[in-house]
């Protein structure tokens, strides 16, 4: 039963899983670079800089990316000690 909801929170947010179930430094290492990747890409469609709108198109993909990335890291890490410490 505590598997299921520690990977259940892990699909809602990256890391939490992690946190929840007691190793915190590395739920934050998760955390912190997908919910940052998460504000850069929401912040870049609502703000823009300097005098006349900038293009910065090219950061939309990358924080994307970067936010899978970090997704299925924290996926497949989770399921790893989830396989080793609930057996």
């Known amino acids: 039963r505590e ?5 259940t929170i892990n ?12 190793r915190i430094i590395p739920g934050f290492l998760f955390l912190w670079p997908f919910m940052f990747f998460l504000v850069m890409l ?3 469609l609502f703000i823009s800089v300097g005098p006349y709108p900038v293009n910065h198109g090219w950061v939309n993909p990358l ?6 990335l970090i997704y299925l890291l924290s996926l497949f ?11």
């Not at 699909?11 to 007691?22: E, K, R, T």
């Open 77 to 87: 890490n989770t399921r790893g000690v989830t396989r080793r410490e609930w057996r």
């Open 11 to 22: 699909l809602v947010l990256p890391g939490s899983a992690q946190i929840f179930s007691g």
């Open 63 to 68: 924080c994307v990316i970067s936010m899978a």
């Open 42 to 44: 929401i912040m870049n």
């Open 3 to 7: 598997r299921m909801i520690v990977n």
